[in-house]
C-alpha cells in the first residue's frame, strides 16, 4: 500500500512538472516575438481585443473546451485535463514576469528554437505518466470517435480553425507558429521516448526521487500531442 501511494506521488509530481516545463517553453516562444503555436494565438488575440492575461484566457478558452467535450462525452473530464487547464495557464502568467524578449534577432530566434525544444520536453513529461489528455486533445479524441474521422484529420481542422481565429484577432502568427506546426510532432516523437522510460524507471523501478522529509525538493522546470504521442 506504501508503495502504491509513493508511486501515486511520483506519478503526478512527474505531470505537474512536465506541465510547468511546457509552460516555460511557451513562454519563451511568446517572448521571442517571432509567432507562436496556433491555440497561443488566439490567447493573445483575445487579449489584444478583451484584456486579461494570456494565462487567463489559456484556463478561460481550457474551461470552454472541458464544457465542450462534457457534452460530447457525456462524461466528467479526467482530473488532470482540470490541472493541466489551470495550472498551464497559471505557470505562463507567472514565467512572463520574468521572462523578457531578447535585444537582437539572433537571441529571438535562440529562444524561439530553445522554447519549441522546451515544449517538446515538456509534453513528453506530462503525458508520460498518463494522468489524463490536456482540454485540446480530450475534445480531439471526442470528436474523433463522434465523427469517425482520423485524428491527424481532426487535430489539422482544429489548429487551422483555432489559428484562423486568432489571426483575425491580432494573434502573432509569423515564422515559429510554421515552425512549431511543422516540427512539434518530430520533436515529441523525440522526446517522449525519453521521457516515457525516464518515468517508468522513477515510477515503477524505484529510482529515488528526493523525499521532501530529508531534505529540499527540486524539480526542473497548451497540450500533448495525441497524434504523434501514440
Known amino acids: 500500500m506504501a508503495l502504491d501511494k509513493r508511486r501515486f506521488g511520483r506519478r503526478w509530481l512527474i505531470f ?36 486579461l492575461t494570456v494565462g487567463s484566457w489559456s484556463i478561460i478558452v481550457g474551461f470552454c473546451i472541458i464544457t465542450i467535450t462534457g457534452i460530447l462525452t457525456k462524461e466528467w473530464p479526467q482530473f488532470g485535463a482540470f490541472l493541466n487547464m489551470v495550472l498551464v495557464g497559471v505557470f505562463i502568467d507567472i514565467f512572463r514576469i520574468f521572462i523578457n524578449t531578447p535585444a537582437t534577432t539572433i537571441g529571438q530566434y535562440v529562444m524561439l528554437l ?52 486568432g489571426w483575425i484577432l491580432g ?13 512539434i510532432g518530430n520533436v515529441v516523437g523525440f522526446t517522449l521516448p525519453q521521457c516515457q522510460r525516464l518515468v517508468d524507471a522513477m515510477i515503477e523501478r524505484g529510482i529515488k526521487i528526493e523525499d521532501i522529509d530529508q531534505g529540499t525538493l527540486r524539480v526542473n522546470n497548451h497540450d500533448g500531442i495525441s497524434k504523434e504521442a501514440r
Request: hydrophobic content about 55%; overall charge neutral; aromatic content about 8%.
Open 114 to 165: 530553445v522554447g519549441v525544444i522546451v515544449c517538446g520536453y515538456g509534453i513528453g513529461l506530462y503525458i508520460a505518466p498518463k494522468c489524463g489528455a490536456g482540454p485540446r486533445d480530450s475534445l480531439m479524441i471526442a470528436i474523433t470517435e463522434r465523427s469517425g474521422w482520423k485524428v491527424q484529420h481532426v487535430r489539422f481542422v482544429m489548429e487551422i480553425v483555432v489559428l484562423m481565429i
Open 16 to 51: 505537474l512538472t512536465g506541465l510547468l516545463v511546457m509552460s516555460f517553453g511557451i513562454v519563451l516562444m511568446i517572448e521571442a516575438n517571432l509567432g507562436v503555436a496556433p491555440w497561443d494565438v488566439l490567447h493573445i488575440g483575445l487579449t489584444k481585443q478583451v484584456g
Open 171 to 183: 494573434g502573432p502568427v509569423f515564422i515559429g507558429t510554421i515552425l512549431f506546426s511543422l516540427t
